[in-house]
């Protein structure tokens, strides 16, 4: 298993929650990781991404999420995290963390590519 999420759960709308994501085995800073969400009877979409540590972790999100979500990463931890502020019932979702060796990202094509997947974490808001 190289990617293990964790955090979601039932929240109402306006509540926060971060989700966290480890990677135990790869080498997570040589990585570019995001988040997609699927939301039931939808695609999988990319909602955040953050940069490998060699081009210095810049993030990009899309629309729906600017200002409410927060992608971070700690290197040293291996850990990748999700801050959702304010969620809303659209958010509703199960959420994949994603891991692509030294990738690319932008606001217009998301992740360019995936290596790894997670297994997912559902976060579930009530309205």
């Known amino acids: 298993v190289r990617l293990v999420e964790s955090g979601g759960g039932l929240v109402q709308a306006g509540d926060s929650l971060t989700l966290s994501c480890i990677s135990p085995?790869?080498?997570?800073?040589?990585?570019?990781m995001g988040w997609f969400r699927q939301a039931p009877g939808k695609e999988r979409m990319f909602v955040a991404g953050i940069r490998w540590a060699g081009t210095g972790g810049g993030t990009v999100y899309v629309d729906s999420v600017k200002g409410r979500f927060t992608i971070s990463r700690d290197n040293a931890k291996n850990t990748l995290y999700l801050h959702l502020n304010k969620v809303e019932p659209e958010d509703t979702a199960v959420y994949y963390c994603a891991a692509d060796f030294r990738g690319s990202i932008s606001a217009a094509r998301g992740m360019y590519d995936v290596d790894y997947w997670g297994q997912g974490t559902q976060v579930s808001v009530s309205s």
């Open positions: 085995v790869l080498a997570f800073s040589d990585y570019t």
